[in-house]
């Protein structure tokens, strides 16, 4: 069973900076994509970035040139490093697992994962 946990979430002001982690459990990490989705009060979960497991980027238009995402594979760890946050950015962060591994394409789609965390906070203030 594959365990995900975000960690970093919090309040920060416009124009700020947060980083995201999220700790993955099994031995098979490095064969996975992994992805960052958010999901404000009332709305749909979106896409935010996804990594593919050749180290591949991906990102929402909404985020792109703010944000990155990076992985650690010999921590078993994925990164989203967000700068020049905007009020819209305030959200429940959820990082994913893809349901298989060495896949590249639809990395945007929810439907391609299969294992999500318990989601952190960001809120950012205007």
């Known amino acids: 069973q594959v365990q995900l946990v975000e960690s970093g979430g919090g309040l920060v002001q416009a124009g700020g900076s947060l980083r995201l982690s999220c700790a993955a459990s099994g031995r098979t990490f490095s064969n996975y994509a992994m992805g960052w989705f958010r999901q404000a009060p009332g709305k749909e979960r979106e896409f935010v970035a996804a990594?593919?497991?050749?180290?591949?980027?991906y990102y929402a238009d909404s985020v792109k040139g703010r944000f990155t995402i990076s992985r650690d594979n010999a921590k078993n760890m994925v990164y989203l490093q967000m700068n020049s946050l905007k009020p819209e950015d305030t959200a429940g962060y959820y990082c994913?697992?893809?349901?298989?591994?060495?896949?590249?394409?639809?990395?945007?789609?929810?439907?391609?994962?299969?294992?999500w965390g318990q989601g952190t906070q960001v809120t950012v203030s205007s």
């Open positions: 994913a697992r893809t349901i298989v591994p060495y896949g590249v394409g639809g990395l945007s789609s929810p439907s391609k994962y299969n294992y």
């Open positions: 990594i593919s497991w050749s180290g591949s980027t």
